[in-house]
Each structure stands twice: as C-alpha cells, then as structure tokens.
C-alpha cells in the first residue's frame, strides 16, 4: 500500500505548497513505480464540502458547497497491447483492475471499480473510445467521508478520457454523465451537487447551484478572517446508502402528494397546509427541503456581504432541521456541531452543521482564521472524551476544478 504524508490534522491556515501538489507528485512516482515510466497525463479532481443546501439537490433545489483542495489525482499513459483497454491501480486500496475501454464493461467486483466503469460506458456510447491507457489513482480525500471522493473519482476519470479521447465535453454535461455513472453503476440515486462541484470549483469562492437549471454562480469566498474548518467524525454508519435511496423516495412522494413535480417548487406554507393529507414523515421531509432551500438562497446572500454570522446561524439551522425533520444526523455529527455551539463566538465559532448525505462523516465550521487550532483542539478533545471516538480535522479553502497538469510542470 502506498500511503500519503499524513497531513490530516494540518489545520494551518496556509499550506507551505498549494494543493495538489503532494498528491500530484505522490500519483506521478506510484506511476513511476507500477509501469516503469512517467505518466503523460495527471487528471485532478477536487472534492467539495458544502455549506448549506442538504439533500435539496434531487429534489431540483439550491446547494452551496465548495470544491475543496484535495483530491483524486489520476496518472496516466497511453499503453501498450490490444484492444483498448483501462488498466488502473488504486493506491488507496492497493487493487488493481483491468477494464475494457469500449463501454461493453457491466458493473460489478470490485465495487470501486464502477465509477470508473460507468465514466467509460457513457464515453463509450458516445463513440469515444481511447486506446489502452495504464493509470495509477492517488488520493488525499477520505473514503466514504462525505467529501464526494466518489464524485472526484468520476470526475478525474471522465476529464482523462477527455485528454485521452481528445474530446472536450461541456462542463454540465460532464458533471451529468458522471452522476449517471453512480446511479446505473453504484446503485446511488445522487443529485448533480458533488460532481458539479468537482467539474465547476472555482478558487474564488463558494458555488451557488440551482440543480434544476445547472446554473452556477460564484459566491466570493476568500476572507482571510474566516476559515472552513472541516471535522471527519470517522464514522460511517451501515445502511447509510439505504436510508438515502429512501430519503429520495419520501421526497418524490412528497411532491406527488404536494402535485409538483419536485419539491423545489413547494413552500414551507404548502406543507404546512397540507399536514392533515401528508403522511407525518413525508411531512417533515418536505419541511427539511422546502425550508432549507430558503435557507441556502439567505446564505449565499449573506455569505455575498460577508454577513458571516448570519451563514452561520443559518447553518446551525440547517442542521437542526437535518437532525429532527429529515433524520440523516449522527450522534457523532450531533457530538461535533453541539461542541462548536458550545464553543460559540467568543471562542471564534461562527455557525457548524454535518455536510453531506449523514449518518456519519464531516461536519463543517465557519471559524474566524485566528481561532481556528484553538478551536480543531477543543473539538477533538471534547469528541473524544463524548464518543470515545478521534476526529481529524482540517481546514480546507475554495478550489479550482477538475483539470489536467502536464508532468514536465509538476514532478
Ligand atoms: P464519499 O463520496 O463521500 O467519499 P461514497 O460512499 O459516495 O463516499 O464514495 C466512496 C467510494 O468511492 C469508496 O468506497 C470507493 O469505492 C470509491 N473511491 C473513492 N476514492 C477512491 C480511490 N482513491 N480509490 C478507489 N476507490 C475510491
Ligand atoms: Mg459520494
């Protein structure tokens, strides 16, 4: 197994080298050292935390994440031997596999692999087909975290068939085809959020998307007062994939019930209204998405004027409403956003809330810049001693998109 340079506890605000570099030049030597030559190619795809707007992507609404600086970094080279084929190693869980490029390749062992195997099926159907490619995949996003590896893995995959093919897909079209890869090959019914971010991320700040249209704005992010702190609860929770799929089915019910044909078209007071018709659960799974749609418009305006207090209590918010209407939290999340409240102001905390699909995973904290190694302390001190559990944490700023480096310029 071919590990990183632990760097899963580096709170520091500024990093001695810009993100990706590490993982860039640990993808290029594993390269190196599985085939016996330089990588012509280096795909990198960010991963995303988000702000605000949980589980309100399928159900065509507003998210606010931001692509993160770290990532899944591909290596790759145009290989030797017939057919075209796709020979990848994963470094992360030191498997290798061996795909066919043509897009004839159905799901199946090992699981990982199908990410990879459905990017290249919807290449493949669009007539692009690569010749043989060897790669090694190297990553500083943690598994199943809720940091979207799984959408920087498509994304990584799909930007090096591009290089490799010689296409260039249009960005939500890109984003699209991957999310398809993880419905029809991961068996995950996701919305667009995490593989738009990955494709999308923009350095300058946080991305406001509307799932509906695929419109993307910008929302500036670059105080250096304010830090987005990141806590791993190191916990996943088993049947998390299930109890998402069934999210997903409450809410299609709920839009039936409400005659929409998603629930961004609903309002909190449509819900309300309809209480006595709406089962009790589909009730307050409706509430979750219609009130925390509004919520995420509200941040992205604040977190515009740098009204940070505000984004913050709108996070709190968030969260509550993810914890007793929508029922996706943890008590290791609940452990982590309380101990931040707890913190508060005074200590520099400015609002904390779980950040993707739950049942385990991240949270994410707004903190102001001056506090944050106080605050990474006190929450992984306080986390232990109310779970028995360790948290890394780390501080993460807005990130550039998927992209592709020329080795010459980073090894
Ligand atoms: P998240 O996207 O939040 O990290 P998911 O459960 O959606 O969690 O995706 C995690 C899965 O993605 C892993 O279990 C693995 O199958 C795949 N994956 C992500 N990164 C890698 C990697 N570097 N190598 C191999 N598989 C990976
Ligand atoms: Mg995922």
């Not at 520091?12 to 190196?32: M, N």
């Not at 991961?186 to 593989?195: F, I, L, R, T």
């Not at 509550?320 to 943890?330: G, H």
């Not at 931040?340 to 707004?366: D, K, N, Q, S, Y």
Request: charged share 20%; net charge negative; proline share 5%.
């Amino acid at each position: 197994m071919t590990s990183l340079p632990d760097i899963t506890s580096s709170w520091a605000p500024a990093p001695a080298e810009p993100a990706p570099g590490v993982a860039v030049r640990t993808a290029a030597r594993v390269f190196f050292e599985r085939f016996g030559t330089a990588p012509r190619w280096l795909a990198v795809a960010p991963g995303r935390v988000n702000l605000i707007g949980e589980h309100t992507d399928y159900n065509g609404g507003y998210v606010l994440p931001l692509a993160i600086d770290r990532h899944v970094v591909i290596a790759a080279a145009p290989a030797r031997g017939d057919g075209a084929r796709l020979r990848a190693y994963s470094a992360a869980l030191d498997q290798s596999v061996d795909i066919r490029l043509d897009g004839s390749e159905p799901p199946g062992e090992p699981a990982w692999a199908n990410y990879l195997r459905g990017v290249v099926r919807a290449f493949g159907e669009r007539g692009l087909i690569a010749g043989s490619i060897d790669a090694a995949i190297v990553s500083d996003l943690p598994l199943g975290g809720g940091l979207s590896s799984s959408a920087a893995l498509e994304v990584a995959t799909a930007t090096l068939l591009e290089e490799a093919t010689g296409a260039t897909l249009d960005p939500q079209d890109k984003a699209r085809l991957c999310r398809q890869a993880e419905h029809d090959f991961a068996g995950v019914p996701c919305g667009v959020m995490d593989q738009v971010a990955s494709v999308i991320g923009d350095a300058a700040g946080a991305l406001l998307i509307d799932c509906r249209s695929g419109d993307v704005r910008v929302i500036p992010f670059a105080d250096p007062g304010v830090s987005v702190l990141i806590c791993n609860t190191n916990m996943k929770h088993a049947l998390a994939d299930s109890a998402y799929a069934r999210r997903v089915t409450e809410c299609a019910e709920a839009s039936r019930r409400l005659g929409v044909s998603s629930l961004r078209d609903a309002t909190p007071a449509m819900v309300e209204s309809a209480n006595g018709t709406l089962d009790a659960v589909v009730a307050r799974r409706a509430r979750h998405v219609t009130t925390e749609n509004m919520r995420t418009l509200a941040a992205a305006t604040h977190l515009e004027a740098r009204e940070f207090a505000e984004v913050g209590h709108l996070m709190y918010a968030s969260h509550r409403s993810l914890r007793d209407d929508f029922e996706v939290s943890s008590a290791e999340l609940d452990a982590l956003v309380d101990i931040a409240r707890e913190i508060g102001p005074a200590g520099g905390v400015l609002g904390a809330r779980m950040t993707g699909g739950g049942f385990g995973g991240c949270t994410v904290t707004l903190v102001r810049t001056d506090c944050v190694a106080a605050v990474a302390n006190t929450l992984t001190i306080e986390y232990r001693k109310r779970t028995g559990l360790t948290a890394t944490t780390f501080v993460s700023r807005p990130a550039r998109g998927a992209h592709v480096l020329d080795p010459l310029t980073v090894v």
